[in-house]
């Protein structure tokens, strides 16, 4: 029989509502109903227990990136991020010429099939170029559902989402293929108009990419793509929650509008996410790193983020005045039934892998297991 491991003592976080005195039981990699006498007793008083994060949205960490480097580059981007609590993520990449993104699906794909990404999120070529963000302008391209279909096929099954400019010629074609094979399509780094954002949720598109951030703003006479993706609830809008990307009203009144179920916290991170200032690369792009923000070098535009998903959660919590189960929610349930992963990971249930995260009273990281195992032990009070 496995070990059995039971964490007592703490406010855990369950899909129905917070509990005081809670308990987890371990079992091998997964949870369990019951224990045995013989096991290992945690005691963790004072603490949260909350189900490990699931990230949808990374590009790298760690000073390693998704979008380059070796396997063992990426996995040290991996690494970083569990250290951080997201025990499940999406590899993210940024715009780069077809074939070579053909063959980053490629790598990425290897370590989808071994269980350390749970798939391949396409961010470009097919945006805007008025909402480039940090991506080269000279590689960006309309929408080509051809196309789209040779990175789905070169990601061989692990593709989960594609970020698209959906005005764009070709857009809802793209949209409709994705939709139709269970790929994400999400609006995003898009000049879209409020209309041409309805006809895109009609035509199956289901995220919003960073809400926000890299699309028109909310105009009294142009309400743009922010208040369509806002108000149709077949919409989940992610947020980067870092304090430099959103402010706190916007991200309040994305909760108003969608409710604790239609919001996914990500971290839209880079390289420097969990390693520190200096200068890096976002695919060709030269991007500086001063006291966590990171900017292109050239024309100052926000490049991702420094995030990691523990801050997000504290942020939430202690800034934003977010309810725990909210923001919880947002980190775990939400973009993990967007990805098709709910049956395993995203809340604290028997039978589900034992991914969870231990804070303390002021949301600090103190803990991380996934699968059963202690990336980051708490400390024995
Ligand atoms: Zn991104």
Redesign the pocket.
């Known amino acids: 029989m496995a070990a059995v491991k039971v964490l007592s003592g703490a406010r855990v976080v369950l899909p129905t509502g917070v509990v005081e005195n809670g308990r987890v039981i371990v079992e091998g990699a997964r949870i369990a109903r019951s224990a045995p006498e013989s096991a290992e007793r945690v005691d963790l008083t004072g603490h949260w227990v909350v189900p490990g994060f699931v990230d949808m949205?990374?590009?790298g960490g760690g000073g390693a990136s998704f979008s380059n480097g070796t396997v063992e580059d990426v996995l040290k981007g991996v690494h970083t991020h569990r250290l951080h609590g997201t025990t499940t993520m999406v590899a993210?990449t940024?715009t780069g010429e077809m074939d070579f993104l053909a063959q980053r699906a490629g790598l990425l794909s290897e370590l989808v099939e071994q269980g350390d990404l749970a798939g391949v999120?396409f961010?470009g070529p097919f945006i805007s170029p008025c909402r480039k963000?940090?991506h080269s302008e000279d590689l960006l391209r309309h929408p080509d559902p051809a196309e789209v279909r040779k990175l789905m096929d070169a990601a061989r099954g692990t593709a989960k989402m594609f970020?698209l400019a959906t005005e764009l010629p070709g857009g809802l074609d793209s949209v409709r293929l994705l939709a139709e094979h269970g790929v994400i399509a999400a609006i995003?780094h898009t000049d879209a108009s409020y209309e041409q954002t309805v006809e895109a949720i009609d035509a199956g598109a289901t995220v919003a990419?960073?809400l926000y951030n890299a699309m028109p703003a909310l105009g009294h006479r142009e309400p743009g793509p922010i208040a369509a993706l806002l108000e149709d609830e077949r919409i989940t809008v992610e947020l980067i929650n870092d304090g430099t990307h959103l402010h706190p009203a916007s991200l309040e009144l994305a909760f108003h509008h969608k409710g604790a179920g239609r919001v996914a916290f990500?971290t839209?991170a880079?390289d420097a996410a969990g390693f520190g200032d200096g200068l890096y690369h976002l695919g060709p792009l030269e991007v500086e790193v001063k006291e966590g923000v990171a900017r292109l070098v050239e024309g100052g535009s926000i490049a991702?983020s420094t995030l990691t998903l523990d801050r997000a959660l504290r942020r939430a919590v202690t800034v934003d005045g977010l309810p725990v189960e909210d923001a919880v929610r947002a980190l775990s349930a939400n973009p993990a039934r967007l990805l098709g992963v709910y049956d395993r990971v995203g809340s604290l249930e028997p039978g589900k892998d034992a991914d969870l995260v231990v804070l303390d009273e002021a949301f600090v990281l103190k803990g991380v297991m996934r699968r059963g195992e202690w990336i980051v032990a708490p400390g024995r009070a």
Do not use: F, K
């Open positions: 949205h990374v590009h993210s940024v999120h961010e963000g940090a970020t995003g990419t960073h990500i839209d880079m991702g």
